[in-house]
């Protein structure tokens, strides 16, 4: 089975968050199972260089008005189509920002590009590339949303399309004046088209032309049915509900191997986890934190508002009161940042905060930390409690989508089962949030407890192997549907 993948950001070329790892690890997965991925994203100055010499295998002279060629290049068990448009990818900053962190003002053209493009290839059209031709196109969130539109109102014949949707928070939805510039059909813009709440709604748009719609976990999958996690997008996700499934992410079980990992101070595996007491110290040492024995709590995240980090920032005083030491590596929301900073440096040795993003380090603190903290206010899947299972590092959750399929709660019951393998909480607030951590204080206090449920995280199947297996399914029921 051939399939085209459509994403605006791929591990490890470039990234912003769990799409990237979903986008760089799915297709590796799905080689196993005789499914040929190849992707496509942008050419992004990151990925230009980290290419090197790629070969041009289609000449697009008018992509939206610009000139673009798409080239084909293999990287690190990837096959890629990188979209060559200087106009509109060869820029300083990130893939959506510039360097001041504002949004590039042309994202909608930019995303339209590459979802016409990818519309193109799959089609065909100009030739497409080298005459390839998917089975079947997987498009991931709003900036590649709309390849199936464009597919839909082109005189090709349709292939079987599915959409992912990574988080629904972010919809690319923009005035009615972009319309002309999308260069679709007059008729596009209607309800049955583009049109979302008076303009024009990238996601939405996705969402009505795909022939399937699926999102990174079951509970997020129903969740996003309501309108508080819908975000206007419920209406139509209820029409389309018998299309629509929930399919967890997985993580790359070689890349997140705490017993082969280059970037921790030393290795460990199950059966030897008092090794990972070295890499609580190298972790401490590197937030300037004390060295000792209590809990050593961390946090890897954006600083937002979705991830709960307000509320943490009004707990870190209890947190410190309880003996927690505090490690937070994570940018964003200024405000928040500057919470965290002060709360740093009121706690002098207890709680150490590194403003930026840091890979290698976020595999340490997984290895040396004793609980990961993941208060999200909605999580479609979370990626970071599933590294934190492999590593042995209890997460410690709010009960929503993702976290609520992926952790099982210390409950009196799970623990006299040797189910349990975190602490969840919800309703989400803060102080549910403490009372999460005070519970998982007095469990780290009962090694024995604490081991096991350590060693139950352990064994929990965090890899891509079961989701792969289900996207393939997928596929297939696609392909039946459309011989049908
Ligand atoms: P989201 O995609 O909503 O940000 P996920 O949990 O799905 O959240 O994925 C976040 C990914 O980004 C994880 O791989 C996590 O380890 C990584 N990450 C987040 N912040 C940082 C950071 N400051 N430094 C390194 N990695 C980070």
């Not at 990837?78 to 900053?93: E, T, W």
């Not at 464009?150 to 599915?162: G, V």
């Not at 590593?391 to 929503?400: D, E, H, K, L």
């Not at 951590?437 to 890899?463: H, I, N």
Request: with cysteine; net charge negative.
């Amino acid at each position: 089975m051939q399939v085209l993948s459509v994403a605006s950001e791929v591990y490890p070329l470039v990234k912003t968050g769990g799409l990237a790892d979903v986008a760089g690890a799915l297709p590796l997965a799905l080689a196993h199972r005789g499914v040929e991925v190849r992707t496509l994203l942008p050419g992004y100055p990151s990925v230009m260089r980290a290419v090197g010499d790629a070969r041009r295998v289609m000449a697009i002279p008018d992509l939206l008005g610009e000139e673009a060629t798409v080239l084909e290049a293999h990287h690190k068990g990837l096959d890629l189509l990188i979209l060559d448009c200087p106009a509109l990818f060869d820029r300083a900053g990130g893939p959506y920002v510039d360097d001041a962190g504002k949004d590039h003002p042309d994202n909608w053209r930019r995303f339209a590009a590459l979802s016409k493009a990818g519309a193109m290839i799959a089609q065909g059209i100009a030739g497409g590339v080298d005459g390839w031709r998917p089975d079947l196109v997987h498009v991931h969130d709003w900036q590649a949303a709309l390849v199936p539109v464009y597919m839909r109102y082109a005189s090709e014949p349709e292939i079987p399309t599915l959409i992912t949707i990574h988080n629904i928070a972010f919809q690319g939805q923009y005035g009615f004046d972009i319309f002309k510039g999308l260069e679709l059909p007059p008729h596009a813009l209607s309800i049955e088209g583009v049109e979302y709440f008076g303009g024009v709604g990238f996601l939405k748009a996705g969402l009505q032309a795909s022939w399937a719609i699926s999102t990174v976990s079951p509970s997020y999958a129903e969740e996003i049915l309501t309108p508080e996690f819908g975000m206007g997008l419920e209406g139509l996700l209820a029409y389309r509900s018998e299309d629509l499934t929930g399919i967890v992410n997985g993580i790359d079980a070689d890349v997140w191997n705490p017993q082969t990992d280059p970037h921790i101070k030393a290795h460990y595996s199950i059966d030897t986890l008092h090794l990972r007491a070295a890499n609580k110290q190298a972790v401490a040492d590197r937030f300037g934190i004390s060295q000792g024995t209590g809990p050593l709590f961390c946090v890897i995240s954006r600083l937002t508002w979705q991830k709960g980090m307000d509320l943490l920032a009004e707990e870190v005083e209890h947190l410190v009161e309880a003996g927690v030491r505090l490690a937070v590596l994570g940018s964003g929301d200024h405000a928040l940042e500057n919470a965290f900073h002060t709360a740093a440096r009121r706690h002098p040795g207890m709680i150490g905060v590194i403003s930026s993003y840091d890979e290698p380090l976020s595999h340490l603190m997984q290895a040396g930390s004793d609980a990961i903290i993941v208060p999200s206010r909605f999580e479609p899947c979370g990626l970071t409690q599933l590294y934190g299972l492999r590593y042995g590092c209890v997460p410690v959750v709010a009960r929503t989508g993702g976290l609520n399929d992926t952790v099982i709660d210390a409950s009196t019951a799970a623990l006299a089962a040797s189910a349990a393998t975190g602490v969840s909480f919800s309703p989400i607030t803060a102080g549910t949030l403490r009372r999460a951590l005070r519970r998982a204080v007095r469990l780290f206090d009962e090694p024995k407890v604490w081991t096991a449920m350590q060693k139950q995280g352990m064994k929990s199947d965090v890899s891509w192997e079961m989701s792969a297996g289900l996207y393939a399914s997928l596929y297939s029921d696609l392909l039946i549907r459309k011989g049908a």
